[in-house]
């Protein structure tokens, strides 16, 4: 049976420019959904923009647009961003479109109608920078002696009337999730922060606003409009066409995995959880929350005027090294630092060197000594069969560290057999084998040839361009690059396409 992958990133805010950090949740996002496809499964990715809210209302206002004219000028640059990065998501949502507000009014008349939502007055602390609510005892001292956010944001002291949503009621069901399943948040470290922030105690939460316009009206009172991240949430449900039950994209709830940035990891595995207890809706399987860029060691912000747009590094490196890069550099789930040296390093060093260097020998021993033609797999010695038996296996290693969102893991599980096959290619020596046995040479590069395709297919995820003009010159046809095609090897007889260098050296400019 097919099984179902569903897999989201956050809707990204449009009140400014998308950057590296975006990209990043984004990147890791296709490359668990393009893995998926790879492995059979019926995958259905989204990503989207978040588009309500105060923040944007005052973006827009600084711009001297209207809210829906920013937005869409905004959303179509995160789309743009997207594209540029190779992001293979199904669907598209903007929380402003009808389909999106219809959904989100649906799921909270849903939690209204059982009992979970009610009115009264909100006062407290809101920082608008996170739209995020934070209790007296949460601020810390500031730089200049006011209290502020435990993320640093600025917070304004909040008094208007305002829907609550019975949080409270679901601190010992949350406890029992995180307890009974182990696996719904991820990485560990983040998943202790959530526990023992719920066991603090959870107040309830307010869920509307007055004091502004843009947003969804709350259904039966249009003095309200919602919280911003009742709002953004319901995404996940609304892209699915809830909340009509035959909607055909329905199949695909629960959702496999919401990943998102340690920022947001409390709405994703407190009160969307919640919300979906409260409405009688079945729970996403996975929350895992990625780590922190900084740029060259310092804080990506506008005023220290580093941040990175994404499409500049992929004009110099090119795509698939920065993809690369952003997911090899530090375990996945950890904080990382985008450093030029550290890229230039890893593409050198890993992509050219490793990679690019093992295809380029192999194919150009082909070309040259075979007629660029793809030997016949024969016998096997015992070198051979060590070798081949480490391609094998990455199929399923790569599953087990993609089911646990261990996407660097994963990367060195390959670059594991790519070493292995360095070393085998030396000790072999193939160019030397020309001129005593020719036989043992053909079979020799047959082996070197095979295990490049295993790896070029496992790697398709990561780096899909590369991959592809890889498999192509490996005579891999179109249809033999799922995992499951690995298990028949390709007939001999093939002749394959003149190799051509695939991951350049990359040389600072000044040094050329
Ligand atoms: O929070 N390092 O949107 P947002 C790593 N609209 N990841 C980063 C990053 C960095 N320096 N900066 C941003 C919102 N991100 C809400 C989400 S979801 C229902 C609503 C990534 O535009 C990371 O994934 O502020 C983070 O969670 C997300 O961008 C925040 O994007």
């Given at each position: 049976m097919t099984r179902r992958f569903y897999v989201t990133t956050p809707i990204y805010y449009v009140n400014g420019a998308p950057h590296i950090g975006h990209a990043y949740t984004s990147i890791a996002a296709d490359v668990m959904a393009r893995f998926h496809r790879l492995a059979g499964d019926d995958v259905f990715f989204l990503t989207g923009t978040d588009e309500h809210g105060q923040k944007v209302e005052q973006a827009a206002q600084v711009a001297g647009v209207a809210p829906k004219e920013f937005a869409d000028n905004v959303s179509a640059n995160f789309r743009a961003m997207a594209d540029a990065m190779a992001i293979s998501y199904d669907d598209f949502i903007r929380t402003t479109e009808p389909r999106h507000i219809a959904s989100a009014q649906a799921l909270w008349r849903k939690v209204a109608g059982n009992g979970a939502i009610y009115l009264d007055a909100y006062e407290g602390w809101y920082a608008l920078r996170d739209e995020c609510f934070y209790g007296e005892d949460e601020l810390v001292d500031g730089p200049d002696g006011k209290k502020v956010a435990p993320t640093g944001a600025p917070v304004e002291w909040v008094k208007e009337p305002s829907y609550f949503f019975r949080?409270?009621?679901y601190q010992d069901r949350l406890l029992a999730l995180y307890e009974q399943h182990p696996?719904?948040?991820?990485p560990h470290g983040m998943r202790n922060e959530i526990v023992s922030f719920v066991k603090q105690g959870l107040r309830d939460l307010?869920?509307?606003?007055?004091?502004?316009?843009w947003g969804i009206p709350v259904p039966g009172d249009n003095q309200h409009v919602m919280y911003v991240w009742f709002d953004a949430l319901a995404n996940y449900l609304s892209a699915l066409?809830?909340?009509?039950?035959?909607?055909?994209?329905?199949?695909?709830?629960?959702?496999s995995l919401h990943l998102v940035g340690k920022d947001i990891a409390r709405f994703h595995a407190i009160y969307w959880p919640a919300f979906l207890m409260a409405a009688g809706i079945e729970l996403p399987k996975k929350v895992f929350a990625n780590g922190w860029w900084t740029i060259e060691g310092q804080k990506m912000s506008k005023s220290l005027g580093?941040?990175?747009?994404?499409r500049e590094l992929v004009a110099e490196f090119g795509l698939d090294a920065v993809r690369f890069f952003v997911l090899r550099e530090?375990?996945?789930g950890g904080d990382s630092d985008l450093s030029r040296k550290a890229l230039i390093m890893r593409n050198n060093v890993e992509?050219?060197?490793?990679l690019g260097n093992l295809a380029q020998r192999t194919l150009s021993l082909v070309a040259r000594n075979c007629g660029g033609i793809l030997p016949e797999r024969r016998s096997l010695t015992e070198d051979d069969q060590k070798l081949l038996g480490q391609v094998t296996v990455l199929p399923q290693l790569l599953a087990a560290q993609f089911e646990r969102c261990a996407l660097t893991d994963a990367l060195e599980d390959v670059w594991k057999v790519i070493r292995a096959c360095n070393a085998y290619i030396d000790h072999q020596a193939p160019w030397a084998l020309r001129k005593t046995d020719v036989e043992r040479m053909a079979d020799v590069l047959r082996v070197l040839l095979d295990a490049l395709r295993g790896i070029a297919t496992m790697l398709q995820p990561f780096m899909p361009h590369s991959m592809a003009r890889m498999l192509d010159q490996l005579g891999v046809?179109?249809?033999?690059?799922?995992f499951a095609a690995l298990e028949t090897p390709l007939p001999g007889g093939r002749q394959l396409p003149p190799p051509q260098g695939i991951f350049p050296r990359y040389v600072e400019p000044e040094q050329v």
């Open positions: 949080l409270s009621d696996e719904f948040l991820g307010s869920i509307s606003r007055t004091s502004f316009k066409g809830y909340p009509d039950p035959d909607a055909p994209r329905m199949a695909f709830w629960p959702a580093n941040v990175v747009d994404p530090v375990p996945f992509l050219a060197n490793d046809a179109e249809d033999e690059r799922t």
